[in-house]
């Protein structure tokens, strides 16, 4: 147990003002736990280096204290005893998620996954064991060095589980299709505080369920994935360009005629960005590639690009498991600083419309430029879908948007609070706006990369809603879990 008498008192001091119902709420907790978990105050001097921080600090959760559990019976007693004494309780793995729900998470015990980690390969079974403390990166180099590779996230920093539990998608998935695709399965402590493995054989429904909607279902300790044998050699292509953003409309329409799945390649991973530079005004229109395959392969697609004359591209080929440090000219890595005040709206589409692309394209032009404190941080994802949805229904989960052929994330970072209104009502109609330009009737949204206000049916569908309520409420019937994308219960 790594905690000081300081703590200690100052412990029990909150946890009375927080809980006046529960005696002696840290020895009640470290009364249970093994000598290898520890517990910290959010006033702990520790705190900030040894818990997990928020990516973002808009809506974040509060909480009474934080506990790194160093076992799975660890997690066990947390849970059974936070059910006890009715303190609600959030899940950290990597901290990435941004959603309004986890402003609904108050006074909570933070569960830290942070100490649970080991990568265990199998390249007699090919599959790959993680546990919930396992970050995308963890799996670069023993997967490259054994020549296999698995379908990831893009960023190197986002825990493997909690991209996993919304459905994860990556620059693979063109590929090989989304991470819940190469997941076989868990094992999870359930809001009773029981262990339960969940898979195509065992729990069959919750295996669904926890494909897409795994957040709800339990916090889960193991997750086994398949590994593919790596692909061109393990060698990709990554390209890098600074668009004119005077060209944009070009762009759009580059982009809009590889909307079909038939001319955009599976083995093709593409971000657009549009950011800004405050110092001269001026918007800053990138591109980043991973091309999973020959120069020849990716010279159709490389030509149109360098045909719209960017300001400056770059290509460069590297093996897959160091991509991530080359990526976005060497920045890609940023997207993972910590601790910034950022949301983010999100639609999935199928088609680009280019007036859309194009006037959204001007408005944030606009409304940055007359905005020193906003910082937008759009990506628009382009992935083969044809993969993803060849998946037979019975092997597909709960996550329904195997159609989404792009990824709309509209993320703003700025200085606080007092311009949430201004942000949100410029992004807002933007969002309804790419959705009625979707190519889909209904909302489509990537739960993880959601706002949080989309609702249960634009996350899971309204056919699966049902089977899905059904299932929460076995499993998790007192709604412990799943404040970020809850299901109505
Ligand atoms: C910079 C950045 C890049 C991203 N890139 C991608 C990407 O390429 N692909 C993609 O699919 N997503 C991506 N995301 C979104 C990401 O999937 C979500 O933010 C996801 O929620 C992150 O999980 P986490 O564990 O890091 O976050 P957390 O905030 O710790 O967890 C998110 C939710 O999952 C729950 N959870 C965490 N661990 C477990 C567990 N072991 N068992 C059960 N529930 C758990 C938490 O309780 C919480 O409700 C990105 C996010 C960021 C910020
Ligand atoms: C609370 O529990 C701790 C640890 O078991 C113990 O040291 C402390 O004396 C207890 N405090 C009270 C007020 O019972
Ligand atoms: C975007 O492209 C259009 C032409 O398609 C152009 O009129 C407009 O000025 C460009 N926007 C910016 C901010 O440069
Ligand atoms: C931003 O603008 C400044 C001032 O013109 C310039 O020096 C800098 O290179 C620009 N940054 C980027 C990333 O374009």
């Known amino acids: 147990m790594i905690f000081n008498r300081v703590s200690l008192l100052a412990l029990q001091a909150a946890a009375a003002a927080a809980w006046p119902h529960s005696s002696n709420l840290t020895g009640t907790f470290a009364s249970g736990l093994s000598p290898g978990a520890s517990v910290y105050l959010p006033s702990d001097p520790e705190y900030e280096t040894q818990i997990t921080q928020r990516w973002s600090t808009w809506d974040e959760p509060t909480y009474v204290v934080a506990i790194k559990p160093a076992t799975v019976a660890d997690i066990q007693f947390i849970v059974k005893t936070a059910n006890r004494l009715n303190i609600p309780y959030l899940a950290t793995g990597g901290a990435h998620a941004a959603e309004i729900g986890l402003a609904t998470v108050k006074n909570a015990v933070n569960i830290d996954l942070g100490n649970l980690k080991g990568v265990t390969l199998d390249t007699t079974t090919n599959k790959v064991t993680v546990g919930p403390g396992n970050v995308f990166s963890d799996l670069y180099d023993p997967l490259y060095n054994a020549g296999r590779e698995v379908q990831t996230g893009n960023a190197a920093c986002v825990n493997i589980i909690g991209a996993t539990v919304g459905a994860g998608v990556g620059p693979m998935q063109g590929m090989h299709g989304l991470v819940i695709d190469a997941l076989q399965s868990v094992t999870l402590v359930t809001a009773a505080g029981n262990v339960v493995t969940a898979s195509d054989t065992v729990n069959k429904d919750l295996f669904w369920a926890v494909r897409g909607a795994g957040a709800n279902f339990g916090i889960i300790v193991s997750a086994t994935y398949g590994v593919h044998p790596a692909t061109n050699g393990g060698q990709l292509i990554n390209g890098d360009f600074l668009f004119n953003p005077a ?104 088609q680009t419309d280019v007036a859309t692309f194009t006037s959204f394209f001007n408005d944030i032009t606009q409304f940055t430029a007359a905005r020193p404190w906003y910082n937008p941080e759009i990506a628009f994802q382009r992935y083969n879908s044809k993969v993803t949805m060849a998946v037979p229904k019975a092997k597909q989960g709960v996550y329904p948007w195997r159609d989404i052929r792009m990824l709309v994330a509209l993320t703003s970072s700025y200085d606080g609070p007092a311009h949430d209104a201004e942000v949100q009502n410029f992004m807002k109609p933007w969002r309804t706006k790419f959705q009625a330009a979707s190519g889909f009737s209904v909302p489509h949204v990537y739960n993880n990369y959601g706002y949080g206000d989309e609702g249960a049916v634009a996350w899971w569908s309204a056919a699966n809603l049902p089977k899905l309520i059904t299932l929460k409420k076995l499993w998790d019937p007192l709604n412990k879990f799943g404040a970020a994308n809850p299901i109505p219960i």
Not at 313 to 335: K, L
């Open 247 to 350: 060209t944009n409309g070009s762009l759009w329409e580059v982009l809009h005629s590889w909307d079909s799945e038939d001319v955009y390649s599976p083995k093709m991973a593409m971000t657009l960005g549009v950011s800004f530079n405050h110092s001269n005004g001026q918007p800053l229109l990138t591109g980043n590639i991973g091309f999973f395959g020959t120069d020849a392969e990716f010279k159709p697609f490389l030509d149109k690009l360098v045909a719209l004359n960017p300001v400056f591209y770059r290509t460069i080929t590297v093996p897959w498991n160091g991509w991530s440090t080359v990526a976005g000219f060497g920045n890609a890595i940023r997207a993972c600083d910590r601790g910034d005040w950022t949301n983010h709206y999100s639609v999935g589409v199928k």
